[in-house]
């Protein structure tokens, strides 16, 4: 029975420690900042695209980020590839 109790107890930590911060970072670049494209021009590239932005951020994972709605007026977080402006990851809310 006591051996039971200790099976638990270890499942449930293991548990408890995958579920607890692990962040997953979007990667998109290990290139210097000096090869990315100008920030200003890439959004204003974007709006020509349809997009809207409500938001622009460089992330932890060296990606240009933005949240707003696309062409077709959904709403996106994407996740780009600030040297050669690449859709590295895109969500639709």
């Not at 638990?8 to 000096?34: I, Y």
């Amino acid at each position: 029975m006591h051996l039971r109790k200790i099976a638990f107890v270890v499942a449930a930590a293991a548990t408890l420690a995958a579920c607890s911060g692990a962040k997953e970072v979007t990667q998109c670049t290990v290139a210097p900042m000096s090869d990315w494209q100008d920030q200003a021009q890439f959004q204003l590239e974007l709006v020509n695209q349809g997009y809207d932005i409500n938001e622009f951020k460089v992330t932890e994972g060296n990606c240009y980020e933005i949240y707003g709605t696309d062409a077709d007026g959904k709403k996106v977080e994407i996740y780009f590839n600030p040297v050669n402006g690449e859709v590295v990851k895109r969500e639709e809310h």
